[in-house]
């Protein structure tokens, strides 16, 4: 884990309204790979008997996740300039715990950048498994962060 882009990527979680209200933690981040979670909350469920989380707490990882690790490829980790373009998510299984996303960078070129995550859910059976997985493209502004 690389306490230097942990930091700056927490602190803009922590400053960001829906992130901080979600409870994104940024779990380990170094260049090129971050891992975040987001803790069950009832709050989070779809508006149904079924105690699943909606779907687009999960999109919503994959889109995070993806801008903070393409975050890691700018010399300034929290000040980035970036905007997503594309957003690809396949649900897998249901989520009815918490939710904890790996991505990494696919490509993180001088204006656009791709990542492919993965969420991570666990079973009732108490075993770690994929709920779904995605990947974003997105736009960056690099000439900002000179």
Do not use: C
Request: cysteine-free; glycine content about 8%.
């Amino acid at each position: 884990m690389t306490d230097d882009y942990v930091t700056p990527l927490q602190d803009f979680a922590n400053d960001h309204g829906y992130l901080s209200w979600l409870g994104v933690t940024v779990e380990e981040a170094e260049e090129g790979r971050v891992r975040l979670s987001v803790p069950f909350d009832e709050e989070l469920l779809n508006p149904s008997d079924d105690p699943t989380v909606h779907g687009g707490i999960a999109a919503t990882l994959v889109d995070t996740a993806s801008g903070f690790v393409l975050r890691t490829t700018f010399e300034d980790a929290r000040n980035a300039a970036l905007t997503t373009t594309d957003l690809n998510v396949s649900y897998l299984r249901p989520v009815t715990d918490d939710l904890e996303a790996d991505a990494t960078v696919v490509r993180a070129g001088g204006t656009m950048g791709v990542a492919d995550v993965t969420i991570y859910t666990t079973k009732p059976s108490g075993e770690r498994t994929e709920a779904a997985t995605g990947r974003a493209t997105y736009r960056l502004f690099r000439d900002a962060d000179e």
